[in-house]
Nanobody, 125 residues
């Protein structure tokens, strides 16, 4: 049974930092594509960042480039999202996503079979 569990959300002031983590179980993890998406109230779920298999280049949404960094720890089977210079518009529920096989479009929700429960990030102005 595949499980993705996120940690690290919270309340932070604008300009601050948070690090989200997502621990995966039930997956081989080494080659599975992993990603972070977010969903603000009244909006659709949107892509934030993705990281593919070993040696693959990460991909970022334009809105977070230069501020967010995605990484993965193969020993801990955990993917991280380091978020710096946070803005009020980053406020959302952040979801970790994974798929059991290769994907074509890492910024599309339909590419991912597995999702975490989400963690709330709130950035105050």
């Amino acid at each position: 049974q595949v499980q993705l569990v996120e940690f690290g959300g919270g309340l932070v002031q604008a300009g601050g930092s948070l690090r989200l983590s997502c621990t995966a179980s039930g997956l081989s993890f080494r080659n599975q594509p992993m990603a972070w998406f977010r969903q603000a109230p009244g909006k659709e779920r949107e892509f934030v960042a993705s990281i593919m298999r070993i040696g693959g280049s990460p991909k970022y949404a334009d809105s977070v480039k230069g501020r967010f960094t995605i990484s993965r720890d193969y020993i801990k089977t955990t993917v991280y999202l380091q978020m710096n210079s946070l803005k009020p518009e980053d406020t959302a529920i952040y979801y970790c996503a994974a798929n059991s096989g290769p994907i074509r479009d890492p910024d599309r929700t339909y590419e991912y079979d597995y999702w975490g429960q989400g963690t709330q990030v709130t950035v105050s102005s």
